[in-house]
Structures are given as C-alpha cells and as structure tokens.
C-alpha cells in the first residue's frame, strides 16, 4: 500500500502571512494532484503535476512535484480568509494508474 | 453539464436497514469511484470501475457492494447497515486512468443508528 503523509495536519494563520504545506511519501508517484475541499462539498482538483522538479503556479499558489517524484509541497503566499479549506494531496502509483490513493489532508484556518 | 449528482444528500438508517446510494455523471468519463470521507482520516476507496460492467474492491469493501450497469450511474449499495459505516460518502469520475483528475459529488452524509 502506497501512503501519503500531509503536514502539518492543522494550521491557522493570519490573513496576509506565507505557508507550505508537504506531501511526502517512500513511494514514487507517476503523477500527484492537489484538490481543496470546503466544508459540506467535494474536493476540487487545483492542479496535476507530472514531471520530477516540476513546479506549477496558480495565482497565489505554487506546487511543486520532488525530483525523485516521491513528494510535494503547496506553498500560499498572502494567504487570504477565502484560502480557507481543507486541502488534500493525492497521488498515482507507478502500477494503479487506474486509482488515487490520497493524503489524510491539511486543514487550512485563514482568519481576518 | 450537471457534473456528478449523488443523491441523497442526507440519510440516517438504522441498525441492519438497507439503502442504496445514487451516483451520476454526464460527462461521459469511463472510470467511476466511490470513497468515504470520516473526521481527520482523508478518504478511504471503497469500489472501483472502469467502465460499465467492471468494478473491482478499493481499501475498505466490506459491507458494500457496487453495480454499473451503464456508463452514467454507479449505485452503492449498503447491506445490514452498522454503526460503523457512518461516514460522510463520494462519488468521483474521470475520464480515465493515469494523471487525469477526478470530478466529485458534493457527498452523502450518512448517519447509522
């Protein structure tokens, strides 16, 4: 079984203030994706990175997949209260290409 | 486009009751997923499909079983209901396999009394 273990597990921070969460693993993932998910919702997938060193932008957020392609981070800079969610990392498996297996997420508090 | 619609949104059952939970998509996406989400323990693969007329188990099958019948819908179906499987449950779909992204429902909140 493939696992993924996310960090911190909880945060809270200030509106404004800079954060990274990671993702890591002792396993290789041929690719790993990032949702976020708010309360009484599915999650929604923010980005897929593919490639070893690869690093993604999205407005404020920039991903990025570990060379070895065993982890990754989401780092928010200016986090904002909209930031808010519980944000989840999931990976596919160099042999279950047809499954995720997913991180057990980061709980994200941005307050005003 | 409706996305994935899962009904319903909210059931409580009791000790050893039945119910099925309905999932379906419009998007025409061949694999199909269905997970349960509990507090603090990320989601947890209960069946799988990759088109209509496969499944195959995920990490946690026991009590549940799954049919897909066409490509749109993927009913889960819960036999003598324990308190154990109160959860809060997701149906997802892609199109397929590899680093396509998945498209989830917005949940079934399950209750076992």
Redesign the interface.
């Known amino acids: 079984?493939q696992l993924l273990e996310q960090s911190p597990?909880f945060l809270s921070i200030q509106e404004g203030e800079n954060l990274t969460v990671y993702c890591n693993s002792s396993s290789v993932f041929?690719?790993l994706?990032w949702?976020r998910q708010e309360p009484?919702?599915?999650?929604?997938?923010l980005v897929?990175v593919?490639t070893g060193g690869e690093v993604k932008k999205l407005k404020r957020l920039t991903f990025q997949f570990g060379d070895a392609r065993k982890d990754s981070s989401l780092h928010i800079t200016a986090a904002q209260p909209g930031d808010t969610g519980l944000y989840?990392c999931?990976g596919?498996g160099e042999t279950s290409?047809?499954?995720?297996t997913?991180?057990?997420?980061t709980q994200l508090t941005v307050n005003p | 486009n409706a996305g994935v619609t899962q009904t319903p949104k909210f059931r409580i059952l009791k000790i050893g009751q039945s119910m099925t939970l309905q999932c379906a998509q419009d998007m025409n996406h061949n694999y199909m997923y269905w997970y349960r989400q509990d507090p603090g323990m990320g989601l947890k693969l209960i069946y799988y499909s990759v088109g209509a007329g496969i499944t195959d188990k995920g990490e946690v099958p026991n009590g549940y079983n799954v049919s897909r019948s066409t490509t749109e819908d993927f009913p889960l179906r819960l036999e003598l209901a324990a308190p154990s499987q109160t959860s809060v449950y997701f149906c997802a779909s892609r199109h397929g396999g590899g680093s396509y992204g998945y498209t989830f429902g917005s949940g079934t909140r399950l209750t076992v009394v």
């Open positions: 079984t597990q041929s690719s994706q949702y009484g919702e599915g999650p929604v997938l897929t593919v989840l999931a596919v290409g047809s499954r995720l997913f991180g057990e997420g």
